[in-house]
């Protein structure tokens, strides 16, 4: 029988613009963390772990909130993502602060997995039904060498203080993904255009229509061999710059060029949100409220669950 499959939690993020560790915030009606949702509707919708990559200068206080939060039933272990964690022979330049990255948060986990799994970031609201199609679609692709892509809408995931980071898709007619492009600095501009503003696509336009990536991938166990490959490529080429990143995207849409795997495109009907910048908090906390409203959620949301 096929074990559960596994969620890994990426909560090692510096949080620089939110200014404060937001992995712990709380924005539900008795102090819940985006966290607490996800791993609530991650258990609900059939996973049987859930692993977090977290900072060694976090861990305990990181370990302290989740102990008192979650139910006893749910097995949670943690993995640290450190900069010194590297292939060998590949070591920290001096001056190096930022951490390595997505792509490299899942890396380090690789020795802690050995079932499908999937990928999200702690601080993004994803939905049930997300995480549910993300369950099913581990348990019924046969192929090791097909994965998943819960897909969002640009203009559902965007910040009304601020630019931020997304992963643009193009889909293939068969529903495959054929590329999957990180940008960065992407805004709504007063008048409702959504633009890119980075140095490589100055003001170029997207439809808001667009699907995107918000990190919700699902994987089976023999990835891990490609990000291994594709880091050491970017630690090889890139590993002397103190700012580059090692981005999630950067190694699926890798992997799909040298047509080393597939990976199906999932929309899913959930609205995301989540917290970059600390105005989003307020309409975090309003988006929760009106789910708990709506008995989305129970107002405690593990008070039945202990």
Known sequence: MQKRPTLLVLAAGMASRYGSL???DGFGPNGETIIDYAIHDAVKAGFGKI?????????EEFKAVMRHRLPDHVPVEYVTQE??????GYGVPEGREKPWG????????????????????????YGYESLSMT????????????????????????????????????????GSLASLTELTKI?????????????????????GNAMVSMNLMAFKPGVFSY???????????????????????????????????????????EKWFGVTYPADKSTAMQ???????????PENLWETSQ
């Open 135 to 174: 369950v099913a679609f581990l348990n019924n692709s046969t192929d090791c060498q097909e994965h998943g892509l819960i897909g969002f809408q640009l203009a559902n995931t965007l910040s009304e203080h601020g630019s931020v980071s997304r992963g643009i898709c193009t889909v293939a007619p068969d």
């Open 83 to 88: 900069l010194d964690m590297l292939p060998t």
């Open 287 to 297: 988006r929760i409220n009106s789910l708990v409203e709506a008995k989305v959620y």
């Open 22 to 24: 937001k992995q712990l």
């Open 102 to 125: 997505t792509g490299h948060a899942v890396w380090v986990a690789s020795s802690h997995i050995h079932e499908p799994f999937a990928v999200i970031n702690a601080d993004d609201f």
């Open 187 to 207: 805004v709504r501009t007063d008048s409702g255009e959504i633009l890119v503003q980075d140095e490589d696509a100055s003001h170029k336009q997207l439809q």
């Open 227 to 269: 990000f291994e490959k594709y880091l050491k490529e970017f630690l090889h080429e890139k590993g002397r710059d103190l700012k580059a990143e090692f981005y999630l995207p950067e190694v699926v849409n890798k992997m799909i060029t040298a047509g080393e795997a597939r990976v199906r495109v999932i929309p899913t009907p």
């Open 51 to 59: 692993l977090f990559v977290i900072r060694q200068s976090i861990a």
